[in-house]
């Protein structure tokens, strides 16, 4: 069905499009506040997926020239094919506004006070994103710039291990500045592992020597 696939696919990039260019109701501001709150968005994530009883540790790491690394060991966001839309799950959950990490959201909000709008959203507000999803013995991936896929989910290794691994660079031309404050992040991750108990959560700063703390 190209013509449904159109449309949807409009829709996408209309979605994409408002987030840009108006981050601020997304994500509240486009200072320091809004920035951190693109890790907080994909840790909660991870931490749902915990709460559904299928992780155990997140990890976050700030790498040089400030993309952030989320990584856990949950199931791994599904990729299966959409049987109408013809494109996999996972590129549903990271371009669709609302799509989520989970299809039932309701029950799992419980990590804390933010507004919960998805990861399509950090995508969306990124220069690159990337995602590999280890699942079923393989490792998938893809790559997104300001949110629009530069090629469809592919397998590009095989794995033992489950989980989703997020990479992300905030876009410079929506942020005020990029720079990522340990601190802040830290404080934030500490508070997560105190509320939920039995996930393990660190945190590494690669822009310095060494810097690492977990919880
Ligand atoms: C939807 C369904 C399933 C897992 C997830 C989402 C999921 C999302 C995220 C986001 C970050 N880490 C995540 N881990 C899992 C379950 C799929 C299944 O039934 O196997």
Not at 71 to 80: A, E, H, S, T
Not at 122 to 145: M, P, W
Not at 196 to 203: A, E, L, Y
């Amino acid at each position: 069905m190209p013509d449904s696939y159109n449309a949807q696919h409009i829709q996408i990039l209309k979605g994409l499009e408002h987030v840009r260019k108006r981050p601020s109701m997304y994500i509240g501001t486009t200072g320091s506040e809004g920035l951190h709150h693109l890790v907080y968005e994909v840790v909660d994530n991870s931490i749902d997926e915990a709460l559904a009883g299928h992780c155990t540790v997140i990890s976050v790491t700030i790498e040089k020239d400030n993309i952030v690394t989320v990584k856990d060991n949950g199931r791994g966001i599904p990729v299966d094919l959409h049987p109408l839309e013809k494109i996999s799950a996972l590129e549903v959950v990271m371009t669709r506004l609302n799509a989520g990490g989970k299809f039932d959201k309701k029950s799992y909000k419980v990590s804390g006070g933010l507004h919960g709008v998805g990861v399509s959203v950090v995508n969306a507000l990124s220069e690159i994103c990337e995602v590999f999803v280890h699942r079923d013995g393989k490792v998938y991936y893809q790559k997104y710039k300001r949110g629009i896929p530069v090629k469809d989910v592919k397998v590009v290794g095989e794995s033992k291990a489950r989980g989703t691994v997020t990479r992300f660079k905030p876009d410079r031309t929506i942020f005020k500045e990029i720079n990522f404050s340990f601190d802040t992040l830290s404080n934030r991750l500490r508070e997560l592992a105190f509320l939920n108990k039995g996930i393990k959560i660190s945190i590494a700063d690669e822009r310095k020597e060494i810097s690492y703390f977990s919880f």
